[in-house]
């Protein structure tokens, strides 16, 4: 299945990456296209030569009112007409947005690209699905831009006074959510509309929760995430600490009898376990889409790196069981630890939910050359 995402760097176009990179029958023929390569021609009509599926998630969000309008309609066009070029007949997946009901200028750009494909796609034989969006969140996006929840995540994370409009309201959906949606019309041939739910609550609603989530994280309390919708808000959330707030110093209480640290305490329970690693060998290697992990040498050294997704820069900490520290796994980055001393690594790792081997939300990945 070759699948084509426009707008692959945006927020919904790189969770959809993601997602795909593990699925099996999509995962071997993705093809990425930024908006550089979207605006080349040539390497546009290559991309889209024999593809199965084009999911369209690139748009113009913030511009004056005219590129709003006609930029959206532009970028319809220079897609149907790249696959006129390239002589493919796809089915075509168009990320819109409940504001195409609207009268401003976005939304009358997201409904005209919307025609500019119902006529050119189906025109040519080719199935066509509109996803209809609400108010998309998630890790990886962009404040001032995507959407207001992440504008709250980077204002609660710099201190800075949130700017809530009373009386409105959200309907949020995270992006992962979306791509389990769009996955699954695509493989049951869904065409037309179709419009996808997601919780409705009113901002200061998501603010409060957001700011209960960061006071209680940062005083090194996990708040309680057996919610679903809570831990994708608070993951969105980690993610604007990630990596300035890591690693984190837990306190040494230290007597005659010993030394004593609080490792781990949450609101919600989750699974903790202890193991040793000889010196020179490397754990980890994956990432996890939901999952809260934490890493917390108790004895030795290590160097814990980690890596997001589709990004070649690697993130690196040296942590050692003389000074404890957590480093808690952004998602969506793979991560593993590698004992760089002489003795014998200890590590205590922690999730936030008990590992089920049926779900277990792990996907293996190296990190890099190590």
Not at 124 to 150: D, K, Q
Request: net charge negative; with cysteine.
């Amino acid at each position: 299945m070759k699948t084509v995402i426009t707008g692959s760097a945006g927020l919904l176009g790189w969770h959809l990456r993601c997602y795909l990179s593990v699925l099996d029958g999509w995962k071997d023929q993705v093809v990425a296209l930024d908006r550089q390569s979207f605006n080349d021609e040539a390497t546009l009509v290559s991309a889209l030569e024999g593809a199965d599926v084009v999911v369209h998630c690139a748009g113009v969000n913030r511009a004056d009112d005219s590129e709003l309008e006609q930029g959206n309609i532009a970028l319809a066009q220079r897609l149907v007409d790249g696959l006129v070029a390239a002589g493919s007949t796809p089915h075509v997946v168009y990320a819109n947005t409940i504001h195409k009901h609207k009268g401003t200028p976005y939304g009358r750009g997201k409904a005209g690209a919307d025609r500019v494909f119902r006529e050119g796609v189906e025109k040519s034989g080719a199935r066509y699905t509109e996803l209809v969006l609400p108010h998309v969140f998630g890790e990886g996006g962009r404040p001032f831009y995507n959407s207001a929840t992440l504008t709250f995540c980077q204002q609660i994370v710099n201190g800075e006074p949130l700017n809530i409009h009373p009386g409105g309201q959200l309907e949020l959906l995270h992006a992962q959510d979306i791509c389990v949606e769009l996955v699954s019309a695509v493989e049951r041939g869904h065409s037309g509309e179709l419009r996808l739910k997601g919780r409705t609550v009113t901002p200061a609603e998501v603010a409060g929760k957001l700011e209960s989530m960061h006071a209680s994280y940062t005083n090194h309390v996990m708040p309680d995430l057996r919610e679903g919708f809570d831990l994708q808000l608070f993951n969105t959330l980690r993610s604007f600490l990630y990596p300035a707030h890591y690693p984190v110093a837990l306190k040494l209480n230290t007597d005659n009898r010993g030394s004593l640290f609080e490792a781990v305490k949450a609101d919600n329970g989750g699974q903790a376990f202890l193991s040793t690693t000889k010196p020179g060998i490397t754990r980890g290697n994956h990432f996890h889409f939901g999952k809260v992990e934490r890493f917390l040498v108790i004895r030795g050294e290590a160097v814990i790196r980690l890596r997001r997704l589709f990004d070649d820069e690697v993130t690196e900490f040296r942590v050692s069981g003389s000074e404890p520290v957590y480093v808690d796994m952004p998602t969506l980055h793979t991560h593993n630890i590698t004992n760089v001393g002489d003795e014998e690594l200890m590590t205590m790792f922690w999730s936030h939910e008990i590992f089920d081997p049926e779900n277990p939300d792990t996907y293996f990945l190296p990190v890099g050359q190590e």
